[in-house]
């Protein structure tokens, strides 16, 4: 169950993380990490779809938890990805 949980996070964490660093990118115009996060947002998406579509209450409160912790982290990694690209 822990492990189902903590999968589900850090599914959810990985790819709103793409997409918040994906936004800073495009309007950076950085063309080769917006691509770069642009399949790596429809390549996650494969892995969650079903599994939240059947999930349960906690699935889906797991998963926007691990949503929210992933839109922080990449604000962050993408700010600082421009300052040292």
């Not at 969650?48 to 962050?76: E, M, P, Q, S």
Request: glycine content about 8%.
């Amino acid at each position: 169950m822990i492990k189902k949980n903590l999968t589900l996070f850090f599914v959810a964490f990985l790819q709103v993380a793409l997409v918040s660093m994906n936004v800073i990118f495009i309007t950076k115009a950085y063309v080769i990490c917006l691509i770069l996060t642009g399949f790596g947002i429809s390549y996650s998406w494969t892995y969650n779809v079903k599994r939240i579509a059947i999930g349960t209450h906690l699935d889906r409160f797991i998963y926007a938890c691990g949503a929210a912790f992933g839109t922080l982290i990449g604000f962050y990694l993408a700010n600082y990805l421009i300052t040292v690209l």
